[in-house]
Nanobody
Framework: QVQLVESGGGMVQVGGSLRLSCTAT????????MGWFRQAPGKEREFVAA????????VYADSVKGRFTISRDSAKNTVYLQMNSLKPEDTAVYSC????????????WGQGTQVTVSS
Protein backbone atom coordinates (compact mmCIF):
# COMPACT_ATOMS: atom_id res chain seq x y z
CA GLN A 1 0.00 0.00 0.00
CA VAL A 2 1.21 3.49 -0.84
CA GLN A 3 1.19 6.26 1.73
CA LEU A 4 1.31 9.88 0.64
CA VAL A 5 2.51 12.38 3.22
CA GLU A 6 2.23 16.11 2.62
CA SER A 7 4.29 18.80 4.30
CA GLY A 8 5.10 22.47 3.90
CA GLY A 9 1.78 24.01 4.78
CA GLY A 10 1.46 26.95 7.13
CA MET A 11 0.36 30.53 7.45
CA VAL A 12 1.57 33.21 5.06
CA GLN A 13 0.61 36.75 4.23
CA VAL A 14 -1.02 37.82 0.99
CA GLY A 15 1.52 37.82 -1.79
CA GLY A 16 3.77 35.35 -0.04
CA SER A 17 4.96 31.93 -1.14
CA LEU A 18 4.92 28.36 0.13
CA ARG A 19 6.20 25.10 -1.26
CA LEU A 20 4.27 21.96 -0.49
CA SER A 21 5.84 18.52 -0.69
CA CYS A 22 4.21 15.13 -1.01
CA THR A 23 6.34 12.04 -0.48
CA ALA A 24 5.23 8.52 -1.24
CA THR A 25 6.28 5.54 0.85
CA UNK A 26 5.32 1.91 0.78
CA UNK A 27 5.17 -0.45 -2.16
CA UNK A 28 6.98 0.22 -5.42
CA UNK A 29 5.55 3.49 -6.54
CA UNK A 30 5.19 4.18 -10.24
CA UNK A 31 2.23 6.46 -10.70
CA UNK A 32 1.03 7.61 -14.08
CA UNK A 33 -0.19 10.91 -12.73
CA MET A 34 0.03 12.87 -9.51
CA GLY A 35 -2.10 15.79 -8.54
CA TRP A 36 -2.82 18.40 -5.92
CA PHE A 37 -6.31 19.19 -4.73
CA ARG A 38 -7.64 21.59 -2.13
CA GLN A 39 -10.71 21.98 0.02
CA ALA A 40 -11.71 25.21 1.70
CA PRO A 41 -14.14 25.27 4.65
CA GLY A 42 -17.71 24.79 3.47
CA LYS A 43 -16.64 24.07 -0.09
CA GLU A 44 -16.14 20.96 -2.19
CA ARG A 45 -12.70 19.66 -2.97
CA GLU A 46 -11.31 21.17 -6.14
CA PHE A 47 -8.53 20.31 -8.55
CA VAL A 48 -5.41 22.48 -8.37
CA ALA A 49 -2.72 20.91 -10.56
CA ALA A 50 -1.51 17.59 -11.94
CA UNK A 51 1.61 16.24 -13.56
CA UNK A 52 2.04 13.34 -15.97
CA UNK A 53 4.90 11.45 -14.41
CA UNK A 54 6.37 9.90 -17.56
CA UNK A 55 6.61 13.07 -19.64
CA UNK A 56 6.47 15.80 -17.02
CA UNK A 57 3.65 17.74 -18.62
CA UNK A 58 1.35 19.58 -16.23
CA VAL A 59 -2.11 21.08 -16.07
CA TYR A 60 -3.51 23.70 -13.74
CA ALA A 61 -6.81 25.09 -12.57
CA ASP A 62 -7.46 28.52 -14.06
CA SER A 63 -7.47 30.03 -10.58
CA VAL A 64 -3.81 29.14 -9.99
CA LYS A 65 -2.30 29.38 -13.47
CA GLY A 66 0.77 31.55 -13.53
CA ARG A 67 1.10 31.43 -9.74
CA PHE A 68 1.51 27.74 -8.88
CA THR A 69 3.98 25.23 -10.30
CA ILE A 70 3.83 21.46 -9.89
CA SER A 71 6.99 19.41 -10.23
CA ARG A 72 8.25 15.94 -9.39
CA ASP A 73 11.47 14.34 -8.25
CA SER A 74 11.02 10.68 -9.15
CA ALA A 75 14.23 9.65 -7.38
CA LYS A 76 12.76 10.94 -4.13
CA ASN A 77 9.19 9.80 -4.87
CA THR A 78 8.18 13.37 -4.15
CA VAL A 79 5.91 15.86 -5.89
CA TYR A 80 6.01 19.56 -5.12
CA LEU A 81 3.62 22.46 -5.42
CA GLN A 82 5.33 25.84 -5.48
CA MET A 83 2.75 28.49 -4.65
CA ASN A 84 3.55 32.14 -5.30
CA SER A 85 1.51 35.34 -5.08
CA LEU A 86 -0.82 33.70 -2.61
CA LYS A 87 -4.29 35.11 -2.09
CA PRO A 88 -6.78 34.72 0.78
CA GLU A 89 -8.91 32.54 -1.49
CA ASP A 90 -6.06 30.04 -1.66
CA THR A 91 -6.69 29.19 1.99
CA ALA A 92 -7.57 25.49 2.17
CA VAL A 93 -6.39 22.03 3.10
CA TYR A 94 -4.16 20.84 0.27
CA SER A 95 -3.95 17.13 -0.51
CA CYS A 96 -1.88 15.22 -2.98
CA UNK A 97 -3.09 12.19 -4.88
CA UNK A 98 -1.72 9.58 -7.25
CA UNK A 99 -3.18 7.25 -9.84
CA UNK A 100 -1.74 4.42 -11.86
CA UNK A 101 -3.87 4.98 -14.96
CA UNK A 102 -3.90 7.74 -17.56
CA UNK A 103 -7.47 8.62 -16.70
CA UNK A 104 -10.03 7.85 -14.02
CA UNK A 105 -10.15 8.40 -10.29
CA UNK A 106 -7.06 8.83 -8.16
CA UNK A 107 -6.10 5.71 -6.23
CA UNK A 108 -4.12 7.06 -3.32
CA TRP A 109 -4.57 10.21 -1.23
CA GLY A 110 -2.61 12.00 1.45
CA GLN A 111 -4.11 13.39 4.63
CA GLY A 112 -3.60 16.99 3.63
CA THR A 113 -1.77 20.04 4.90
CA GLN A 114 -3.33 23.35 5.89
CA VAL A 115 -2.47 26.52 4.00
CA THR A 116 -3.74 29.79 5.42
CA VAL A 117 -3.24 33.11 3.64
CA SER A 118 -3.87 36.13 5.81
CA SER A 119 -4.59 39.63 4.58
Amino acid sequence: QVQLVESGGGMVQVGGSLRLSCTATGRTFRPNRMGWFRQAPGKEREFVAAIACSVGSSVYADSVKGRFTISRDSAKNTVYLQMNSLKPEDTAVYSCAARSRVAGPYDDWGQGTQVTVSS
